[in-house]
C-alpha cells in the first residue's frame, strides 16, 4: 500500500498563508488530490491530480508537487477555512492521508 | 446536478452483514469512465477507501479488507451496493459512496451513512 503522510494540525491568522503537506511512501506521479473537510460534513473536492482547481473551488486554493511530495497552499487563509484536510492517491490503488486540522487563530 | 445518497441499517450486531446501497442521480454507471466508490470513516478519524466499481462492472478492493467485500451495482436503477460481512465494532463508521473517475478521485459525495455495530 501507499503510505499518504500528513502534518496533524496547523494553525494560522486570517490572511496568512499556509501550506499542507502531503508526503507518499512511493511515487504517485501527479495522481494526487485533495479535499476539505468540515465538522458533520462530507469531503469536497478542491484540487484533481496535483494542481487542478475544482469546479467553484476559490482561486485562493491551490497544489503542486509530483512523486512523492505534494503541497496545498491556501493563500489567503479566510475563517471559513476551518477544516480537515485530506490528501488521495490514485496511482496504486486508492488510499487517504490522516488528515491535516486547520485552526484559525 | 449530481447528487447520492447512502442508506443502511444504522445498527447491527457483531457477526452480521452490512448491506449498504447508494442511489444516485445526475450520471448513469452505464456511462464509460464512471464509476462509484464506497469510503469509510470512524468518528473523529481518517478516511478509508474500501472499493470502487465501474461503468464496465470492474471492481476493486481495499486489499487489508477485499475477503470480506463484495461490491455491485444496478445500472437501470442508478444504485451501487456494498457488503461488508461479519463485522466487529471495528466497523463502526459513517459509510460514505462518492463518484468516481478514471483518473482516480472521488468528484461527488453523499452526505454518509453512520452504522453502529454494537452487541
Known amino acids: 500500500d501507499t503510505v499518504l503522510t500528513q502534518s496533524p494540525a496547523l494553525a494560522v491568522s486570517p490572511g496568512e498563508r499556509v501550506t499542507i503537506s502531503c508526503k507518499a511512501s512511493?511515487?504517485?506521479?501527479?495522481?494526487m488530490h485533495w479535499y476539505q473537510q468540515k465538522p458533520g460534513q462530507q469531503p469536497k473536492l478542491l484540487i484533481y491530480?496535483?494542481?487542478n482547481l475544482a469546479s467553484g473551488v476559490p482561486a485562493r486554493f491551490s497544489g503542486s508537487g509530483s512523486g512523492t511530495d505534494f503541497t496545498l497552499t491556501i493563500d489567503p487563509v479566510e475563517a471559513d477555512d476551518t477544516a480537515t484536510y485530506f490528501c488521495?492517491?490514485?496511482?496504486?490503488?486508492?488510499?487517504f492521508g490522516g488528515g491535516t486540522k486547520l485552526e484559525l487563530k | 446536478q449530481v447528487t447520492l445518497k447512502e442508506s443502511g441499517p444504522g445498527i447491527l450486531q457483531p457477526s452480521q452483514t452490512l448491506s449498504l446501497t447508494c442511489t444516485f442521480s445526475?450520471?448513469?454507471?452505464?456511462?464509460?469512465?464512471?464509476?462509484v466508490g464506497w469510503i469509510r470513516q470512524p468518528s473523529g478519524k481518517g478516511l478509508e477507501w474500501l472499493a470502487n466499481?465501474?461503468?464496465?462492472?470492474?471492481?476493486y478492493y481495499n486489499p487489508s479488507l477485499k475477503n470480506r467485500l463484495t461490491i455491485s451495482k444496478d445500472t437501470s436503477n442508478n444504485q451501487a451496493f456494498l457488503k461488508i460481512t461479519n463485522v466487529d465494532t471495528a466497523d463502526t463508521a459513517t459509510y460514505y459512496c462518492?463518484?468516481?473517475?478514471?483518473?482516480?478521485?472521488?468528484?461527488?459525495w453523499g452526505q454518509g451513512t453512520l452504522v453502529t455495530v454494537s452487541s
Open positions: 466499481i465501474w461503468w464496465d462492472d470492474d471492481k
Open positions: 512511493e511515487s504517485v506521479s501527479t495522481r
Open positions: 445526475g450520471f448513469s454507471l452505464s456511462t464509460y469512465g464512471m464509476g
Open positions: 462518492a463518484r468516481i473517475g478514471v483518473p482516480g478521485w472521488f468528484a461527488y
Open positions: 491530480k496535483a494542481s
Open positions: 488521495q492517491q490514485s496511482w496504486n490503488g486508492r488510499t
